[in-house]
């Protein structure tokens, strides 16, 4: 009996996992088909005079681009196909009185990577040369705002709900972590160059999006980071209850990480301590857990919602 309700199980979660990989197996195929759509467009606005900064960005920036409009659009058909629960009566007012959440998420991570910053400046690691501008600010909060929802509802919302559905909590944390790592190494490869775009432009690009899986020194350094954020992302919405604190460290990590960035210069080489990005590295991973030891403290008076999670 029991080995019949595991074999259930098992078979309950392949098939899960089975409708994720063909949601993300759709994006890249929305992603390449509306590729050409906003690159011609844009060149249709430069040509009128108009929009004129972009053209300086190369097809693989509009193939980027697509596969976020593509994720955002295919993101509510995928949560309703996998019956993750949505907003409703109690749970809305449940985030509503822990709002405040997204205000200390976006100073937790927006402060660790400031604190990380600070230190590879003062190192010598890296050198500020770069001029801080309202432009920047704006430009690194609209990016930050975008990717902390997105990927919040997709990974801790939609995911990490999904997996809790038929694997322990523990379990479940570290699969979804184990995904947003990956998923993040999916990038088309920059030396791979579209001299003519035409409409199959985008899926030639496709298969040049898993370049970094094959760089092991890269992956297993970038890997390892991802890793340990998705999972403090997760650890947030179980002791918070609610997806607010999530989205604001994902948000202001990324606010901080882009306006870095955009004024930084590197200086120095690489180790053991210091990856050739910023994210890769054993220091980003020490960064990581002080952030974490910041939201145990932070929510230390906080309930448990390990079954209360809010999408």
């Not at 659009?73 to 993750?84: A, Q, S």
């Not at 809305?92 to 230190?119: D, F, H, N, W, Y």
């Not at 960035?261 to 994210?279: C, D, F, H, N």
């Not at 991973?285 to 906080?302: D, E, K, N, P």
Request: overall charge positive; aromatic content about 10%; glycine content about 12%.
């Amino acid at each position: 009996m029991e080995r019949g309700a595991e074999v259930e199980r098992i078979g309950h979660v392949v098939k899960e996992i089975g409708k994720i990989l063909v949601y993300f197996g759709a994006v890249l195929i929305l992603g390449a088909l509306l590729a050409p759509l906003l690159f011609w467009a844009a060149q249709g606005a430069i040509a009128g005079g108009n929009l004129l900064f972009l053209k300086k960005y190369e097809f693989q920036k509009y193939f980027n681009r697509a596969v976020l409009v593509a994720a955002v659009v295919l993101l509510w058909p995928m949560l309703r196909w996998l019956r993750v629960p949505s907003w409703s009566g109690d749970r809305i007012k449940r985030s509503v009185e822990t709002a405040p959440r997204l205000l200390q998420g976006l100073v937790l991570g927006g402060g660790a990577m400031t604190v990380l910053a600070s230190v590879y400046v003062g190192l010598g690691v890296y050198d500020l040369r770069g001029e801080f501008s309202a432009k920047l600010i704006g430009k690194a909060l609209l990016s930050g705002a975008v990717v902390g929802v997105l990927e919040e509802s997709l990974f801790r919302g939609g995911l990490l709900m999904l997996f809790r559905r038929s694997m322990s909590s523990c379990s479940a944390l570290w699969t979804t972590s184990a995904v947003f790592a990956a998923v993040h190494f999916i990038k088309p490869d920059p030396s791979f160059k579209i001299q003519t775009v035409t409409w199959n432009s985008g899926f030639l690009l496709v298969p040049h999006s898993f370049h970094q899986f094959g760089e092991p020194v890269l992956l297993a350094g970038g890997f390892l980071t991802l890793l340990v954020f998705g999972w403090i992302l997760g650890w947030a919405v179980e002791r918070t209850g609610s997806l607010w604190m999530s989205i604001g460290l994902h948000a202001g990590l990324v606010f901080a990480k882009l306006v870095f960035e955009k004024m930084a210069t590197r200086q120095a080489g690489t180790s053991i301590w210091v990856g050739p990005r910023l994210e890769v590295g054993l220091s980003p991973v020490l960064m990581l857990v002080l952030m974490g030891v910041g939201i145990a403290l932070w929510t230390q008076r906080g309930p448990s919602s390990r079954s209360e999670s809010q999408t």
